[in-house]
């Protein structure tokens, strides 16, 4: 089935489900023309005909990150004391603090001292220390296909799905209207993303379209288990846990992959870890594959390296450097949850803080537009003098590291690069200095230059760390250096369906492609696909657009019904 044909079928989505009047087909309805209220226009008009090369997109100047996920480290766990014991000794638990593993093992995180509110909803409160490669697990179907936490969890994980759904509408939309036709029937998708209850709604929406779906989690920290469990009992071969080490990291991937009398023919990636897998240890795998779409800045790096040195040998949609990813989700959605984290993991005030923001895309603007707001001194690192330059008139002091770092309280990578926060700075930073990240992987912040045998490291709650110098002075680090709003808080779930979305499209379009429209080469999605997104979710608002006369579209040189900025078109 050509996505013309899919596209243009689902192209009308509103909210509430409506059918023509007149009993004619859902795809004449679909090309009919939008009334002014129309919120979402027919993507097949303006992908028809499009050559795949106006859609490339040349190779971004940040520099790749290394993307490898370290191990946790183990947990003391303290019950509550009698209230007859006047006097409780802590000696015990001090010193189990203090331990810390001497080389990656299997064994996943205890529970910690002070659980914090981030950690996955349980309904089995016992202290389970068994690592779920150990366990023998079934569903209710009698299927042990899956590796997840404890899947007695599946009903409160189902419970969060459902809230995600209504939060989502444009995905739910394309999921009504779109399953009746099936447009992934025989795709078998391979995934690798962060496991929320978010993702959780694109899983099950790729299915009602008709693909079957195996998924591992691209983030150690960031899986909630209760989700992972309610999608294993629905039936998807799911491998992820909350605090998995990074032996289990690569098998959780591995098992998704290498399953005999199953090939996947797509890739969806978050950080290029799946996608490297593949080629390092099934290369073969890529005769049958028919696309991969990436949505973040190092996996992106890594597909636009594979195709300059010409070892990209499938075709490759780059959803991160989208419009609806960038100026959403990477925007809108940090400047929400920098905060979340920050204060579930720490209870800090903001107000008068000073803080630097390292890197001024986004992700940094969102964060230091957020911070701002709450009344801290904001301090901005950027090597692109663009980006420099309007992080200066947006009221920013621009400086360098080793000015600042040693009057800062808050430390906030967020560039991409590796070794950005280094154990110099980390010996010159003030006593209580936060540290955290919120980009992708954790190299951003010199994590293993910690690990040495004069700095002491002290567990305080999940995912916050003290590291602890001989002269007593300390750091917060915060998820171990990665990424900080998955690993330590939510995410707001409306701006993850206009990601959410973008991914499902790229994948039906890759997937029903015809042979020859697109090369072994990296791809953006067209500019009237970004604007179909967007309009999915303006309902929500009850807004209603503006629609073009014959006339101003012709002075403009314009369709009526978009794409209404060129490809150059910089939001």
């Given at each position: 089935?050509?996505?013309?044909?899919?596209?243009?079928?689902?192209?009308?989505?509103?909210?509430?489900?409506?059918?023509?009047?007149?009993?004619?087909?859902?795809?004449?309805?679909?090309?009919?023309?939008?009334?002014?209220?129309?919120?979402?226009?027919?993507?097949?008009?303006?992908?028809?005909?499009?050559?795949?090369?106006?859609?490339?997109?040349?190779?971004?100047?940040?520099?790749?990150?290394?993307?490898?996920?370290?191990?946790?480290?183990?947990?003391?766990?303290?019950?509550?004391?009698?209230?007859t014991?006047?006097?409780?000794?802590?000696?015990?638990?001090?010193?189990?603090?203090?331990?810390?593993?001497?080389?990656?093992?299997?064994?996943?995180?205890?529970?910690?001292?002070?659980?914090?509110?981030?950690?996955?909803?349980?309904?089995?409160?016992?202290?389970?220390?068994?690592?779920?490669?150990?366990?023998?697990?079934?569903?209710?179907?009698?299927?042990?296909?899956f590796?997840?936490?404890?899947?007695?969890?599946?009903?409160?994980?189902?419970?969060?799905?459902?809230?995600a759904?209504?939060?989502?509408?444009?995905?739910?939309?394309?999921?009504?209207?779109?399953?009746?036709?099936?447009?992934?029937?025989?795709?078998?998708?391979?995934?690798?993303?962060?496991?929320?209850?978010?993702?959780?709604?694109?899983?099950?929406?790729?299915?009602?379209?008709?693909?079957?779906?195996?998924?591992?989690?691209?983030?150690?920290?960031?899986?909630?288990?209760?989700?992972?469990?309610?999608?294993a009992?629905?039936?998807?071969?799911?491998?992820?846990?909350?605090?998995?080490?990074?032996?289990?990291?690569?098998?959780?991937?591995?098992?998704?992959?290498?399953?005999?009398?199953?090939?996947?023919?797509?890739?969806?990636?978050d950080?290029?870890?799946?996608?490297?897998?593949?080629?390092?240890?099934?290369p073969?795998?890529?005769?049958?594959?028919?696309?991969?779409?990436?949505?973040?800045v190092?996996g992106?790096?890594?597909?636009?390296?594979?195709?300059?040195?010409?070892?990209?040998?499938?075709?490759?949609?780059?959803?991160?450097?989208?419009?609806t990813?960038?100026?959403?989700?990477?925007?809108y959605?940090?400047?929400?949850?920098?905060?979340?984290?920050?204060?579930?993991?720490?209870?800090?005030?903001?107000?008068?803080?000073?803080?630097v923001?390292?890197?001024?895309?986004?992700?940094?603007?969102?964060?230091?537009?957020?911070?701002?707001a709450?009344?801290?001194?904001?301090?901005?690192?950027?090597?692109?003098?663009?980006?420099?330059?309007?992080?200066?008139?947006?009221?920013?002091?621009?400086?360098?590291?080793?000015?600042?770092?040693?009057?800062?309280?808050?430390?906030?990578?967020?560039?991409?690069?590796?070794?950005?926060?280094?154990?110099?700075?980390?010996?010159?930073?003030?006593?209580?200095?936060?540290?955290?990240?919120?980009?992708?992987?954790?190299?951003?912040?010199?994590?293993?230059?910690?690990?040495?045998?004069?700095?002491?490291?002290?567990?305080?709650?999940?995912?916050?760390?003290?590291?602890?110098?001989?002269?007593?002075?300390?750091?917060?680090?915060?998820?171990?250096?990665?990424?900080?709003?998955?690993?330590?808080?939510?995410?707001?779930?409306?701006?993850?369906?206009?990601?959410?979305?973008?991914?499902?499209?790229?994948?039906?379009?890759?997937?029903?492609?015809?042979?020859?429209?697109?090369?072994?080469?990296?791809?953006?999605?067209?500019?009237?696909?970004?604007?179909?997104?967007?309009?999915?979710?303006?309902?929500?608002?009850?807004a209603?657009?503006?629609?073009?006369?014959?006339?101003?579209?012709?002075?403009?040189?314009?369709?009526?019904?978009?794409?209404?900025?060129?490809?150059?078109?910089?939001?």
């Amino acid at each position: 089935m050509s996505v013309q044909l899919v596209t243009a079928k689902i192209a009308d989505v509103e909210l509430k489900e409506d059918k023509p009047s007149d009993g004619a087909p859902l795809v004449s309805a679909a090309m009919a023309e939008p009334d002014n209220n129309s919120a979402a226009p027919p993507l097949s008009q303006a992908i028809k005909g499009l050559p795949a090369s106006a859609m490339k997109r040349s190779e971004p100047a940040q520099r790749p990150r290394e993307v490898g996920e370290g191990a946790g480290s183990p947990e003391g766990a303290v019950s509550e004391a009698p209230r007859t014991v006047k006097k409780i000794q802590f000696a015990d638990q001090k010193r189990e603090f203090n331990k810390r593993p001497t080389k990656i093992g299997r064994r996943s995180l205890s529970r910690s001292i002070s659980q914090s509110s981030t950690d996955s909803y349980s309904s089995d409160s016992s202290d389970d220390e068994t690592s779920p490669r150990d366990k023998q697990q079934k569903n209710s179907k009698g299927s042990s296909d899956f590796c997840v936490k404890n899947i007695k969890q599946a009903e409160f994980g189902r419970r969060e799905i459902e809230i995600a759904e209504q939060e989502m509408p444009a995905l739910m939309a394309l999921r009504k209207r779109a399953q009746g036709e099936k447009p992934l029937a025989g795709a078998k998708i391979v995934g690798c993303t962060h496991i929320t209850a978010q993702t959780a709604v694109l899983i099950e929406t790729l299915g009602a379209l008709g693909a079957q779906c195996r998924w591992a989690a691209c983030n150690i920290y960031s899986t909630l288990n209760e989700v992972a469990a309610a999608l294993a009992e629905s039936g998807v071969p799911v491998f992820s846990w909350k605090g998995e080490s990074e032996d289990d990291f690569w098998w959780c991937i591995d098992r998704c992959v290498n399953v005999e009398g199953w090939q996947p023919n797509m890739i969806l990636d978050d950080g290029g870890d799946l996608t490297h897998w593949i080629y390092k240890k099934y290369p073969n795998m890529f005769k049958k594959i028919k696309g991969i779409v990436e949505e973040s800045v190092t996996g992106v790096h890594r597909l636009y390296q594979l195709s300059k040195a010409g070892k990209l040998c499938v075709p490759a949609m780059n959803v991160n450097d989208s419009v609806t990813k960038q100026k959403f989700d990477n925007l809108y959605c940090c400047r929400e949850s920098i905060l979340d984290g920050l204060k579930r993991t720490t209870d800090m005030m903001f107000g008068g803080k000073q803080v630097v923001v390292c890197g001024y895309g986004e992700v940094g603007k969102g964060c230091c537009a957020a911070l701002k707001a709450m009344g801290s001194i904001v301090y901005v690192t950027e090597i692109d003098p663009i980006c420099a330059l309007q992080a200066c008139m947006d009221g920013f002091r621009l400086v360098k590291l080793n000015e600042v770092i040693r009057q800062v309280d808050i430390v906030i990578t967020c560039t991409g690069n590796k070794n950005v926060v280094t154990r110099e700075h980390l010996d010159r930073m003030k006593n209580g200095c936060i540290v955290c990240n919120m980009g992708h992987s954790n190299t951003e912040i010199d994590v293993a230059s910690l690990r040495t045998p004069e700095l002491t490291w002290e567990r305080v709650r999940s995912q916050v760390d003290h590291v602890i110098w001989p002269d007593g002075k300390r750091i917060v680090l915060l998820a171990e250096g990665r990424l900080l709003n998955l690993s330590c808080s939510t995410v707001p779930t409306f701006v993850l369906s206009i990601t959410a979305t973008t991914q499902a499209l790229a994948l039906i379009e890759l997937y029903n492609a015809p042979e020859g429209r697109y090369k072994q080469d990296v791809y953006l999605l067209p500019k009237k696909m970004d604007e179909y997104v967007a309009s999915l979710h303006l309902p929500t608002f009850d807004a209603h657009l503006t629609e073009l006369s014959d006339e101003q579209a012709k002075y403009l040189g314009l369709n009526k019904n978009g794409p209404f900025k060129p490809n150059y078109y910089r939001y």
